[in-house]
DNA sequence: AAAAACACTTGATCAAGCTCAATACAAATT
DNA sequence: AATTTGTATTGAGCTTGATCAAGTGTTTTT
């Protein structure tokens, strides 16, 4: 009784109810006390380095995982080496939500830098959200927002110019990492040109180019993984189309 | 009492545990009990004609659908009447997932054909499934595969050639028209050559280029709508990058 | 039945972006 | 500090598939 309120400083640490990141994760939305009983079911192993794998293509899903900080990228790899970068992952989402339809997961995760993540076993999680409406809720909200993602990326891929792309995905990781309390216009790309290029289906030599004329262009400063973007309204308008400069847009 | 077991035409027509479709859709793996739990939510609605919306983007979540008869495609509009195409879907096919998130729907739905469908209410669904473990494990479920098949999809418009995106174009829908009882090799494509072009982030012209090339390599038979695929191992080779004849492959 | 609207096919041309190749730069290893 | 290895940049040329254009066939409207 006496100890229930001298919280170590462990403790502090690994709480969800704690944690920065309670509103952008899983718990989003949970009350206090719906928090606590997830909470307990979830794990915090020691954090991965660049390059390790939390997961493998084939693996059984034991556990969703949720970045608590670092970064991740998901792929699906093909046999002779070449894979499809599938997304990058920032704290606070979870991944292996393809996972649970076969119970096996559908693409491999690997950390890009030094990773920690707290792991939600699945069979725990799916037999407290039977008795949790809000955290079913949460889940199908999270599955669906999968989707949606998804499908955006779809009309990327499908539609998009070169350029279109890039600044799509540097505009993206802006607005995740200012969600995340970092500047919108000042941050480090944990990832290769290699791997960025793979992502947007596009070749490296492309990315590159891009880099250097944006940065021509005065839309940002590009030394390396370090990005600073300087003009945010031109790099939102390339998004959606830049009507004006070009002659050529992808068939519509 | 005495006509619990007088069941009328209507109802033989309409519930879940006759219907052939069963083991496809969202009952699959529901104890007959749980099947007649899910039955009492489901709403059918009268059939939708070629053209018809079942629902636009922006509409609020009011039920997901699952197609009976007929075929759905799914796109997001942009602006300017341009559209992405983001999947077909046959009868068993549940839609409207990724509107679960904002509780309103992220693309819009149009029938292709003729089309019936089942009308789930998502909150009685929701409400069910916090009840019913085994459904809630089926929504689990399909939202997850949901997730995979856009996965593999953005591996086709990441890395795939032209060719590569039609053949698998082609046998995804002989797969899926075979688990429903058809012929996986003599079938009727309900989508325009726009559409499916559209879908596999090509122009139309390469489409229609791609059906003549296909036909005088002798990989099918192709008459507007009316396919009959010829050569199911070549096609699958074709598939899976065609290591032999192809002396560019897109950058891996 | 004719006209109009639409969908599909085929051909010619062009460019976006890929491949190949060489070089520059950074990080890791010795 | 020098070497090795990996990553990024830049240049030249080429290919795939888009665009433009014209023509054919099909469906719908009048």
Redesign the pocket.
Known sequence: MTNRNVVSFENIKVACKNCSLATLCLPMGLSPEDMERLDSIVKRGRPFHRGDHLFREGDNLHSLRVITSGSVKTFTPSEDGGEQVLSFHLPGELIGLDAIQNESHACSAKALETTAVCEIPFHNLEELSCNMPSLQHQMYRLLSREIGQDSEMLTLLGKK???ERLATFLLSFSERFKKRGFSATDFFLSM???EIGNYL?????????L??RFQDEGLLH?E??HIQLLDLPRLATIVHGNENGR?????V
């Open positions: 110019s070169a350029e290769s040109r290699h289906g596009l070749a490296v030599e492309t990315v590159s180019r880099f250097t590009v390396r993984k002659s050529h847009q992808r068939h």
